[in-house]
């Protein structure tokens, strides 16, 4: 069973930048794919940014030039650096490490967190 514990969300005002953690106890964690989605409340989970073992990234077209994904192989934990922050980016952001298949679908991802709340004010 692998655990993932984010960390670091919070309420923060337009323009400003938060770092999101995402510590995993995956023994091989280092070969897996991880990714980062949100969801806002009504809507569709979707995904932000996804990192590949070999740290090839994807991000949304909605946050890319924003946010970076990155992650620490020795320490078992992948980060989301986010700037320029927009009320429209409100949401719980999830990490997730990925099992097979559309790596852009949340079904193609076993192990959750539990998620942590991002707020942005305007």
């Known amino acids: 069973q692998v655990q993932l514990v984010e960390s670091g969300g919070g309420l923060v005002q337009a323009g400003g930048s938060l770092r999101l953690s995402c510590a995993a106890s995956?023994?091989?964690?280092?070969?897996?794919?991880m990714g980062w989605f949100r969801q806002a409340p009504g809507k569709e989970r979707e995904v932000v940014a996804r990192i590949t073992s070999s740290s090839s990234t994807y991000y949304a077209s909605s946050v890319k030039g924003r946010f970076t994904i990155s992650r620490d192989d020795a320490k078992n934990t992948v980060y989301l650096q986010m700037s320029s922050l927009k009320p429209e980016d409100t949401a719980v952001y999830y990490c997730a490490q990925y099992s097979g298949g559309n790596s852009y679908s949340p079904g193609s991802y076993n192990y959750w967190g539990q998620g942590t709340q991002v707020t942005v004010s305007s």
């Open positions: 995956s023994r091989s964690f280092s070969g897996y794919l």
